[in-house]
């Protein structure tokens, strides 16, 4: 009987355990009329994935956002508890939640209440893996501006997102090599013209 009972329990715990249902708070910046959504992840577990997508607010709330993002070096997005797979598969693409000044998990202020983003086009969708630090995922947003988003490595890493000005987007590499391991800023040099960074974490990617 024991024995019928851990083969009936056991792909509850596996579909339990590999679960991406949680929490998975989001970084919003704002690039050339476009709202971007930056999965926040780390090195490991369900949230080790890099995932950045293209949001629109609900229209009552859309210029809200905007001034609020323009005007705060971080926001940041608590959602409801969802399914990350979903969102990958184009299964979901509403997300309900609240609009923090400054990272929501650590002392940032609610500034709006119960938005609604609609997903509109995911840009980057990668596991962490934990390679070489350095490279950047080269992400195309309008025909004269790129998003660079660093591809998480060994740590100690980083997470940063970068506006660049960039054309002939069929001619770019996938993968930019910056040459460094550091964060990157105007003084670093580039084949791509650095525009602003738009988004660092370097707290969840320290040495354990």
């Known amino acids: 009987m024991l024995r019928w009972l851990l083969v009936l329990f056991t792909p509850v715990v596996f579909s339990h355990q590999h679960s991406s249902f949680g929490v998975h708070g989001l970084a919003l910046v704002y690039v050339e009329h476009k709202i971007i959504a930056s999965h926040l992840p780390l090195p490991r577990g369900m949230h080790a994935r890099q995932l950045i997508f293209e949001v629109h607010a609900e229209e009552q709330h859309q210029e809200s956002l905007v001034q609020l993002i323009n005007s705060n070096s971080l926001v940041t997005f608590a959602p409801r508890a969802f399914e990350l797979d979903k969102l990958r ?94 964060p990157l800023d105007k003084t670093t040099p580039l084949k791509l013209q650095f525009v602003r960074s738009l988004y660092q974490e370097m707290q969840d990617f320290i040495e354990p």
Do not use: W
């Open 89 to 182: 598969s184009g299964e979901l693409v509403r997300v309900k939640g609240h609009v923090y000044q400054g990272h929501f998990e650590r002392g940032g202020v609610q500034a709006l209440t119960g938005l609604t983003l609609k997903v509109k086009e995911i840009l980057l969708d990668e596991p962490v893996a934990l390679a070489d630090n350095g490279q950047y995922y080269i992400l195309p947003l309008t025909m004269n501006d790129c998003l660079l988003v660093h591809k998480i490595g060994h740590l100690p890493s980083f997470d940063q997102l970068i506006q660049v000005r960039c054309r002939d987007h069929a001619s770019l590499p996938r993968l930019l090599d910056s040459m460094t391991d550091k």
